[in-house]
Nanobody, 129 residues
Framework: QVQLVESGGGLVQPGGSLRLSCKVS????????IGWFRQAPGKDGEGLSC????????HTRDSVSDRFTISRDNVNNTVYLQMNRLKPEDTALYYC??????????????????????RGKGTLVTVSS
């Protein structure tokens, strides 16, 4: 059974940094991709970044690409989202999701969110002074 568990959220001041973690279990190979998404109250969900677990290829939403970086640790089955220079508008529930097809994740970086095979419950990020 595939499970994704996020951690690392919290309260941070504007300009600060956070590193979110997505612990993945249940996959029997590395032929899958993980995406980070966020959902703010009253707003549509946003796809932020995707990574292929087998070769590490990534794709990040243009609007956050200068501040957010996705990475993976295949030894510990964890995917990270490093977020720098955080802004109040980054406040949201952040969650990771998995798909067997990288492109399914990538198309959500600029369009409607939906279609991943599995997702975690999320971790809340609040950017406020």
């Amino acid at each position: 059974q595939v499970q994704l568990v996020e951690s690392g959220g919290g309260l941070v001041q504007p300009g600060g940094s956070l590193r979110l973690s997505c612990k993945v279990s249940g996959f029997t190979s590395t032929s899958y991709s993980i995406g980070w998404f966020r959902q703010a109250p009253g707003k549509d969900g946003e796809g932020l970044s995707c990574i292929k677990i087998d070769d590490g290829a990534t794709h990040t939403r243009d609007s956050v690409s200068d501040r957010f970086t996705i990475s993976r640790d295949n030894v510990n089955n964890t995917v990270y989202l490093q977020m720098n220079r955080l802004k109040p508008e980054d406040t949201a529930l952040y969650y990771c999701a998995a798909s067997s097809i990288f492109r399914v994740c990538v198309v959500q970086l600029g369009g409607m969110v939906g279609g991943m095979d599995y997702r975690g419950k999320g971790t809340l990020v609040t950017v406020s002074s």
